[in-house]
């Protein structure tokens, strides 16, 4: 009888109610995932997409020409790939943390210091220092909390981690015009008072440094995990090159080559900023319910009927769904990536932080490969933006190709 109860009474614990330490865990968690989030909208929300909506009053109030408003938007996405680089001597040399909070300051300074178009190289030099921010923000946010984050709560921790880059292409589209009202000058002082506010907020949420592992290097060496590592890196690329059309071209699209004007041009933006908000929560968590490898193989499926789609129809409707799917794979792809990356080398920190490292420059290449060699295209065809769409379709259509040539030969061996 005794013996019994005991047994009912041991059953009964699991039942029991999270204790304190696993609720302040969790509380931590998403102290955690929210700095991420905060300094994913700095350094890429804010620093990259702000500046899109700004061009126009650039050229108005004849800071700059036109043609050297897209030297400096270029100048970007090179302190992007500079940044992707660069991360993790940064961190080796002076911490993860450290220089994260480092970069949030440096591209709240990069707002206030756009505020006066001193010179060209002035400007030219603090958009190539925000887009190198973006670049290391990029590569180190994620790495520093995931090792903190349950396995079966990474992929949702990720997917807030880069909602800040939909929130920062939702901003460009709503917060930045209404800011454009009070001047142009007055626009870059409140995007940098933004930044700085959430510096400080983020400042102490930061998790402390995981310990470098020991982990024995054979782990990463495995050859299947070194060749699928190696394949995903290309994929990447491919998808970069796929988003390509839309968030350049998407607005000109819309409102020039379909006739409609800049107005309507500037809600599909929106929509698209939208579904960039949304997108890294649905990911995310598709990869921790299914695994990040058969959610990566449906995203590219799902991504590639997207950005092939006004090649079919250029309804409103389709239209629609097309500007909110792939503006919610812009940022959505991210944590899908880094918990594949998670998958192949799960035994090694530091191997985890360099094969993203390399993804993230594998992305930079390809974007900006695709940006100029788009824009060529573009002029060579005369507007003909149904063909940037085509190609776009393509990459991320070989991306999938290799994903599943990538399965089959697993399984034949």
């Known amino acids: 009888m005794t013996n019994t109860g005991t047994k009912q009474h041991v059953k009964a614990r699991p039942h029991q109610r999270p204790g304190p330490a696993s609720q302040q865990t969790s509380q931590m968690s998403w102290r955690y995932a929210a700095a991420g989030l905060s300094a994913s909208l700095v350094g890429l929300g804010l620093a990259r997409f702000s500046y899109t909506p700004l ?9 700059f020409s036109a043609s050297d408003v897209v030297y400096l938007g270029a100048a970007n996405l090179a302190g992007y790939l500079a940044g992707a680089l660069a991360a993790r001597a940064v961190a080796a040399r002076i911490g993860a943390v450290r220089a994260l909070r480092a970069m949030m300051l440096l591209a709240t300074l990069s707002f206030f210091a756009s505020s006066t ?3 060209f190289a002035w400007f030219f030099a603090w958009r190539f220092l925000s887009g190198l921010v973006g670049g290391i923000i990029m590569v180190l946010a994620a790495s520093v909390i995931l090792p903190h984050i ?3 709560r990474r992929g949702i921790a990720g997917g807030v981690i880069f909602a800040g880059v939909g929130l920062g292409v939702a901003a460009s589209g709503t917060l930045v015009p209404l800011l454009l009202q009070q001047g142009l000058q007055q626009s870059w002082y409140g995007l940098g008072a933004l930044s700085a506010l959430l510096t400080l907020a983020s400042w102490r949420n930061w998790p402390a ?5 020991a982990a024995p290097l ?12 190696r394949a995903l890196l290309v994929q990447y690329g491919l998808n970069a090159v796929a988003l390509v059309p839309h968030m350049v071209f998407i607005v000109d699209f819309v409102a020039r080559g379909l006739g409609q004007g800049i107005a309507a041009g500037s809600r599909y933006w929106v929509l698209y900023g939208l579904g960039a908000i949304v997108g890294p929560l649905v990911t995310g968590h598709l990869g921790d319910r299914s695994g990040f490898g058969p959610a990566l193989r449906a995203a590219f499926l799902i991504e590639a009927a997207a950005v092939l789609l006004p090649t079919v129809s250029t309804a409103p409707v389709s239209l629609i769904v097309s500007s909110v799917v792939v503006g919610g794979f812009t940022p959505g792809i991210v944590p899908l990536v880094l918990g594949r990356i998670h998958e192949l080398v799960p035994h090694s ?3 985890q932080r360099a094969t993203w490292s390399h993804a993230t420059t594998s992305f930079a290449l390809f974007q900006a490969a695709a940006a100029y060699g ?11 933006y149904l063909v940037l769409f085509g190609l776009g379709g393509g990459a991320v259509v070989l991306a999938l190709a ?12």
Do not use: C, M, N
Not at 55 to 63: G, M, Q, Y
């Open 55 to 63: 061009i126009p009053a650039l050229i108005a109030a004849k800071w």
């Open 117 to 119: 178009p001193v010179s």
């Open 150 to 152: 349950s396995a079966a």
């Open 209 to 213: 440094e995981a310990k470098a592992d």
């Open 218 to 229: 054979h782990y990463a060496k495995h050859q299947h995990a070194s060749t699928a590592a």
């Open 349 to 351: 920190t530091e191997q």
């Open 374 to 384: 788009f824009s060529w295209i573009y002029a060579q065809t005369g507007g003909d």
């Open 402 to 413: 290799i994903d599943l040539g990538l399965a089959l030969t697993t399984r034949k061996a």
